[in-house]
């Protein structure tokens, strides 16, 4: 039984597929893979990678269509495949997992009403579409609703306690709702990406000539996924925290046994296949008091780990927050819109 295996198989922690690549999906089902996320630069990376895979699909989508129109038209194409893929463990887990993630158009993500749209589409595709959202202020109405009609729901880009708090409490209205109404609730998952939030705030100390211990740094994205999964329980509000954006092994070894889901790469897969680490659970260990003394001297750090050290308004302006939603728009949403259409049928 390799780490994967035992993490999965003897411990509450749970891990699901970070890439759309068919054969990396397989690889991953048999490490134990309960889910698989499927975003727009994932979409296009497998286009890339396994392009005969994809062509009889591809060859089925209108050439007529607009650029966002075709953009959805290939995530679609992508995730039913990948939901697919899951079904089984859907139904064997009564929709507990077993989703394949369908992110919405970053370019509508300020807009609830087009979002809530889209996502109630992403949603007709199977039962077990989980929609993935950015965790930003116009999104929290999509969250309630979603979850108020029985939707799975994803919330990305989450860097901050604040974030993922106003998404549990957004997921708490819309889940009352859908008990008061006899439907059954889906779960959300609440995405907290550790180690790109741990590179953002490298950065930034270095930017402003902030000297800070680099192992402090590298603990700071599991600081504050630890006190969401603490705050969640403590409260009563069963998301499930899902780590993503690992950069190293620790990222995924200092969480072991904790009841999460963890979105992995399958890079960061082979990493940890490869290191083998002891099969022990470090999910109740608390990041030193020294350690968050020690990020305390970075002010986006204090803004992502105290509670309201961001308002909803500021969501979206976080600089982190910012960056990455650019990067699924530019590297994928907008790659996917003129993927193989011709040049005379584009709209632009």
């Not at 698989?36 to 062509?55: D, S």
């Not at 590179?199 to 402003?208: C, I, R, S």
């Not at 690992?246 to 399958?266: E, I």
């Amino acid at each position: 039984m390799n780490y994967l295996q035992w993490l999965t198989q003897s411990t509450p922690t749970k891990f699901w597929h970070d890439s759309a690549i068919p054969e990396e999906i397989d690889a991953a089902i048999g490490n134990g893979a309960l889910g698989v996320t499927t975003n727009p630069v994932l979409t296009y990376k497998t286009l890339q990678a396994a392009p005969e895979f994809w062509q009889p699909e591809v060859d089925k989508i209108p050439k007529t269509l607009t650029p966002p129109q075709r953009a959805e038209a290939l995530l679609k194409m992508v995730a039913v495949y990948a939901a697919g893929r899951f079904r089984p463990i859907f139904q064997q887990t009564e929709g507990e997992h077993g989703y394949a993630l369908g992110q919405l158009d970053p370019s509508i993500c300020m807009d609830s009403e087009k979002m809530i749209e889209q996502g109630l589409r992403y949603a007709s595709w199977a039962d077990n579409i989980s929609v993935k959202t950015p965790s930003i202020k116009s999104a929290l109405p999509l969250v309630e609703e979603l979850a108020s009609r029985g939707i799975a729901v994803c919330t990305t880009l989450n860097f901050s306690v604040s974030q993922a708090m106003a998404v549990g409490d957004a997921y708490m209205r819309g889940r009352a709702k859908a008990l008061q109404n006899g439907v059954r609730p889906k779960p959300i998952f609440v995405v907290q990406q550790g180690g790109r939030l741990d590179e953002y705030l490298a950065e930034t100390a270095k930017d402003n000539g902030i000297s800070i211990d680099p192992e402090a740094v590298r603990c700071a994205g599991n600081a504050v996924c630890k006190k969401v999964y603490r705050l969640f329980r403590q409260r009563g509000i069963p998301a499930k925290v899902m780590p993503a954006g690992l950069r190293g092994v620790h990222h995924l070894t200092s969480m072991a046994g904790a009841d999460m889901v963890f979105s992995l790469q399958a890079r960061i897969q082979n990493m940890v296949l490869a290191e083998d680490p002891e099969r022990v659970c470090h999910a109740e260990e608390e990041i030193p008091p020294e350690v968050i003394r020690e990020l305390y001297r970075i002010p986006e750090f204090v803004r992502a780990y105290e509670e309201g050290g961001l308002k909803e308004e500021e969501f979206i302006t976080f600089g982190v927050t910012q960056k990455t939603l650019s990067q699924f728009l530019w590297t994928g949403w907008v790659p996917l819109e003129t993927y193989q259409a011709d040049a005379s049928d584009r709209w632009f």
